[in-house]
């Protein structure tokens, strides 16, 4: 039965559904905060599921022995180190729409409580002062709004703003200019969002490019008396250079969500005048909660016990049904790849599959991480398809794919080509109707066979008392044969023979075929038939 670990706040939806599931859940949502006590039990957990509190670090995942999966409920996962999680196999899924609509809102309420006051205003009617004329606001109606990123959460908040009456403008380089029409926004460079805008929200993910968008010097290009709201994430604001524009009265206010440091207990914002800041309470509703919860359970529940992948950052989305159906085909792709990459012993620059027929239609980007995964077993044999395409990409090699539906003999078939400096090896396979896959051609030469844990290959010149010499050689040394095809290009051309055998032959068996003079090659090969 998986484990499943809770390492953050995460409603009890959560544990319900893992329960329901038939998983075993943990819930410490303490362990978020320490992360030694987090390290010392990683190794005994399939999923870990968090939400920011918990930083899944390249040291807590060389810990993570049995992870398969990090689910986080919520939206960005700058807190875990996604390239550690890969090369390490481990999917990483978050729940991308579940607390958006909640986030826009908070954006639009501390727009609200900026251009009012109102925290202020709060706090000084509950010390029984009535200071009616301190707190002069500013109203939304036809001001401009910039939205800088306008994706889920952006979208919302651009609709809400609507409705208050406000020109919105979008700086977004991913926004096309029908989105934008769709949306009912002005598309525009930063720099013209930065002069034009009277309030300003942050809707973008922390990245290289958007670290520190609002820089010192793009905050000395702000329209005076601008209010900046940040319900992102902190980093993408220069705290200190705003704090500096907000005393010198140049932006009249802010309203943080985030901050820089998580938890902050410091910040050049605090107590400044017009500033109001929130515990990066952005999805913190129970509606929002409920569905990050339930969502992310749901969705690490499929994996473990399915393995359906929904929402994951680092490998392409398969389907409950699409897993079923492509089962028998990813097992085919991955042996495909497993075999040219067990034949291969020189550098491998470039992987060609062809999809034909029935398979061309089904979800090729992870059949190619099966194969990718496959030709990679031989050098690490920990990889999987999460993992195998990073590894691939940092050797360098190149993956290309061709997709054809003019299958003849067979309904569908994938045939994987690897490419060195030398030469290139290709082997086709198919799956029968019993869900078996089959290997059909290597080098061009049609053969028909099962596959199986434990083969042998051999290639020799097309002349008689090969079957026997094989038979004799096997029987021999004790080895039983479960199947035996044979393939040849033409009369008296190259032939090859694939046996499948019920148990690792020994090199010293091998050595003796080797040494009648009579095969080109002759080489063992293992299959994972798990
Ligand atoms: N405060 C909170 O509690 C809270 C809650 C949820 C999400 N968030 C944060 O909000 C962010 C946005 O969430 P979302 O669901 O809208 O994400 P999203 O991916 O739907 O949208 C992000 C948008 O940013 C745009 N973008 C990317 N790089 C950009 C750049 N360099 N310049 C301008 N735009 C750029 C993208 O094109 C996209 O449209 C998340 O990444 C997360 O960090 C915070
Ligand atoms: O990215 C998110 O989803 C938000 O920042 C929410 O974070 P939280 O789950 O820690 O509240």
């Not at 670290?211 to 980093?235: Q, T």
């Not at 910040?267 to 800041?277: A, D, E, I, K, R």
């Not at 470039?350 to 090729?364: E, F, R, T």
Request: with cysteine; glycine share 8%; hydrophobic share 45%.
């Amino acid at each position: 039965m998986p484990k499943v670990l809770i390492s953050d706040a995460l409603s009890d939806a959560a544990v319900q559904i893992f329960r329901d599931r038939g998983i075993d859940v943990d819930f410490q949502p303490q362990l978020g905060k320490d992360k030694e006590a987090l390290a010392a039990i990683i190794g005994n957990y399939d999923g870990l599921a968090i939400r920011s509190a918990t930083k899944a670090t390249e040291k807590l995942i060389a810990e993570a022995t049995n992870l398969k999966v990090i689910g986080r409920a919520g939206i960005g996962v700058d807190n875990v180190d996604i390239p550690a999680a890969s090369k390490k196999g481990i999917i990483v899924m978050n729940t991308p729409f579940g607390n958006s609509i909640t986030t826009a809102e908070h954006a639009i309420s501390l727009m609200l409580a900026v251009a009012r006051q109102i925290p202020e205003a709060n706090a000084s009617t509950h010390a029984g002062k009535w200071e009616k004329s301190r707190f002069m606001g500013v109203e939304l109606t036809g001001k401009t709004l910039g939205v800088i990123g306008a994706g889920n959460i952006g979208s919302i908040v651009i609709d809400r703003a609507r409705g208050l009456r406000m020109k919105v403008v979008a700086y977004d380089p991913f926004l096309s200019e029908e989105r934008a029409t769709e949306l009912g926004v002005e598309k525009l460079e930063l720099d013209a969002l930065l002069a034009r805008a009277d309030f300003i929200t942050m809707h973008v993910p922390l990245t290289d490019q958007t670290r520190n968008i609002l820089s010192r010097e793009n905050i000395a290009k702000l329209k005076p008396g601008v209010r900046i709201i940040n319900c992102a994430r902190g980093g993408l604001v220069d705290e200190e250079a705003l704090a500096d524009a907000i005393k010198s009265g140049h932006v009249a206010g802010a309203a943080f969500d985030v901050f820089a440091e998580e938890p902050a207990t410091e910040s050049p914002l605090f107590n400044l005048p017009n500033v109001v800041v929130t515990p990066h309470l952005g999805a913190a509703t129970t509606e929002a909660q409920e569905n990050v919860a339930l969502q992310v359970a749901e969705q690490m529940s499929d994996y473990l016990l399915t393995g359906a992948v929904t929402n994951a950052i680092n490998m392409p989305s398969i389907s409950a049904e699409e897993a079923k159906v492509m089962g028998p085909w990813v097992a085919l792709a991955g042996h495909l790849g497993n075999f040219v990459g067990q034949m291969t012993d020189e550098p491998i620059t470039a992987i060609n599959v062809l999809y034909d027929g029935q398979v061309s239609g089904m979800n090729l980007q992870a059949l190619n991480c099966s194969v990718i995964a496959g030709i990679m077993r031989k050098v690490n044999p920990d990889v999987n398809m999460v993992s195998a395409p990073v590894i691939a990409k940092e050797r360098g090699i190149k993956i290309s794919t061709t997709r054809q539906d003019q299958s003849g003999a067979f309904e569908g078939y994938i045939k994987v080509t690897a490419v060195t400096a030398q030469r290139e090896r290709s082997v086709a396979g198919t799956v029968f109707s019993d869900g078996k896959p089959r290997f059909i051609q290597i080098k061009g030469i049609n053969i028909d066979a099962e596959i199986g844990q434990h083969m042998v290959y051999t290639t020799n010149d097309d002349v008689p008392g090969i079957i026997g010499l094989l038979g004799q050689t096997m029987g021999d040394n004790d080895v039983n044969i479960a199947n035996f095809t044979l393939g040849r290009s033409a009369k008296n051309g190259e032939a090859i023979a694939i046996l499948y055998v019920d148990d690792a032959v020994p090199e010293k068996t091998l050595d003796k075929l080797r040494a009648t003079g009579k095969f080109n090659q002759v080489k063992a090969l293992e299959f994972d038939m798990a």
